[in-house]
């Protein structure tokens, strides 16, 4: 019988000519680069959140397009649906890539520095590349060295384009990453820098203006990336002729994997599917990003990462989650300084989701704005397209993984805004083990009393409800890995405040729970029967559920806090 040859997971490999040739598996996004090419406009903006394979999608293009790589067209692109179906630009260019991630943003004397040397490097191994092309490559290159010309190096650039007879093909990846180091310095500092290159004779402006120039002549094509549309808006008079596909119905998936293209991808490389113990749509799928987008699609560096531990261990991960996808959402704490978006948070976390639209340009001025904030977590991919409501659209958390950052997020937020609260891992962990192991449920809802609520000032206590008290619970519930934590489970009688599930990868967990939270105020100084009552015929209800049916691992409790400081447990047996 014979053995069915497996492809190499291309995980970490973001280069397209590696993976075509070192028999890796491939998702075939190539019909993407028929639709680009066919658009009207030849400016194209296009954004994504991080880790979302748009390295890979420029490193594509740049293959497809490049003028030197035309005798490699069939090994790379024969077996793929551009090569079955290739249009007339291939291989029709030279490609100038600009890859503006790690530019120094210290102050604006280091900015202007390191953005103007970033540029003279690409076009120096623009002009390097194509020698074989520009006859007058050497001279320029050679000019480049001795008069360090910066942005003004473009120019050499299209002039040895011009002279050859040949167009201009450019990409700039991570276009607004300053920018959004801008934004995490928090500071006046951080604002002033950004209007002073942005605006006009600002270093980014002459940048995009010089480019807009070289339309007129040799660059024919652009394609320009990032992860937020936040400069969009300024740079609308220097750079005005591109338009914006991000949230286009028909490029939905051009980025990000289907599940059938999950699917096959598990199948092409090898995957056991016996050892993916979670489930993988709840975990990494959900993302949309238009409401009349036809799928949802995964973030792919996640369901790479699963497969990659899988592959290399043959049995089911240790970790779930992949903590490089946990961006430093510094620039995001510095705009919940405002009071109305650290709200906006909290009410996030407590409904996953909010209604709002989407904004498609905004400036750093207005970052603070709850609905520009709800748009910058929405292209940061901690938001995404859940349906549309009433004329306008809920947002919702994409998924498990992402909601653990919100988290994470949430427990340090906690503890920056209230110095009061302690977090004693050591003793948060016992407790939860105890919950687990042992069916205890007091040790935990006293450490969370203590430690948090009644630490909480009179102020805290004004807008105080059940859902606060849900977040405050599940926060430490979240940094253990003994549970899947879940708010408002949808049971056939209702939705369960706290459902308690047990980590696939941790099968030896002992115990599972569904609470039912109450919050009395503190001027109700006795929980009354009335409230006790209500409490136990919902419990009673939920563990009537056919899920639930016969399962002597399920334990029921209701739990009511009265004020900041007193609490009473009911199990149900």
Aim: negative net charge.
């Amino acid at each position: 019988m014979e053995t069915k040859t497996v492809k190499r997971l291309p995980y970490g490999n973001s280069n397209f000519e590696s993976i075509m040739t070192g028999n890796y598996a491939y998702v075939d996004k190539t019909r993407f680069v028929e639709q680009l090419e066919n658009e009207p406009n030849k400016y194209q903006f296009f954004i994504r959140p991080r880790k979302f394979g748009k390295s890979l999608f420029f490193s594509l293009l740049e293959h497809y397009y490049d003028i030197n790589r035309a005798k490699n067209f069939e090994k790379l692109f024969g077996e793929l649906y551009i090569g079955k179906h290739p249009t007339p630009q291939k291989n029709a260019y030279a490609v100038m890539d600009f890859d503006f991630s790690s530019i120094d943003t210290y102050d604006e004397e280091s900015f202007r520095h390191s953005f103007s040397q970033r540029i003279q490097g690409s076009v120096r191994q623009f002009l390097n590349i194509y020698r074989n092309i520009f006859s007058d490559a050497e001279r320029y290159i050679q000019q480049i060295d001795t008069e360090k010309p910066g942005i003004q190096s473009l120019q050499l650039a299209t002039a040895a384009a011009e002279s050859a007879g040949v167009k201009i093909f450019i990409i700039i990846d991570e276009y607004d990453h300053f920018a959004n180091d801008l934004i995490a310095m928090g500071t006046h500092l951080g604002k002033d820098v950004y209007h002073n290159v942005i605006h006009a004779n600002g270093s980014v402006r002459d940048f995009y203006e010089a480019l807009k120039i070289g339309t007129k002549t040799v660059i024919e094509r652009i394609f320009i990336t990032g992860i937020s549309p936040v400069m969009l808006d300024d740079l609308t008079s220097g750079f005005n002729i591109a338009v914006n596909l991000t949230l286009e119905p028909r490029y939905n998936e051009m980025m990000g994997f289907t599940q059938q293209e999950v699917e096959a991808l598990m199948l092409e490389t090898g995957v056991d599917p016996n050892l993916i113990i979670v489930d993988m749509e709840a975990y990494y799928d959900g993302y949309l990003f238009h409401k009349a987008g036809e799928h949802r699609v995964y973030n792919p560096s996640m369901i790479l990462y699963l497969f990659y531990q899988i592959l290399q261990s043959k049995m089911p991960p240790e970790n779930i989650i992949d903590d490089n996808l946990k961006t430093d959402y510094s620039r995001l704490r510095r705009m919940v300084q405002n009071e109305d978006n650290r709200n906006t948070l909290t009410k996030i976390i407590q409904d996953n989701g909010i209604i709002s639209d989407i904004i498609n340009k905004f400036t750093i001025d207005r970052l603070e704005d709850t609905k520009y904030f709800i748009s910058l977590l929405f292209y940061m991919g901690l938001l995404t397209v859940d349906k549309a409501v009433e004329g306008s659209l809920r947002l919702k958390i994409p998924n498990y993984s992402i909601r653990t950052v919100y988290w994470e997020y949430l427990e340090q937020m906690t503890l920056e805004w209230n110095k009061e609260v302690t977090i004693d891992v050591r003793i948060q962990s016992a407790a939860v083990r105890e919950l687990a192991y042992r069916g205890n449920l007091n040790p935990y809802i006293e450490y969370v009393s203590q430690n948090i609520f009644s630490r909480l000032s009179n102020r805290d206590l004004q807008q105080f409800n059940e859902k606060h008290i849900k977040i405050m619970l599940l926060n430490g519930l979240f940094q253990s890995n003994l549970y899947i934590p879940l708010t408002e489970k949808e049971v056939e009688h209702g939705y369960i405040d706290i459902f308690l599930q047990r980590n696939p990868l941790i099968p030896d967990v002992k115990y599972e729970w569904v609470w039912e939270i109450k919050y009395l105020p503190v001027k109700s100084w006795r929980v009354t029967s009335k409230t006790r009552d209500a409490a136990r015929a919902q419990l009673t209800k939920y563990r009537n559920a056919r899920e639930f049916a016969g399962r002597s691992d399920m334990r029921f409790a209701s739990i009511i806090f009265i004020g900041k400081d007193k609490f009473e447990i009911e199990e149900m047996k």
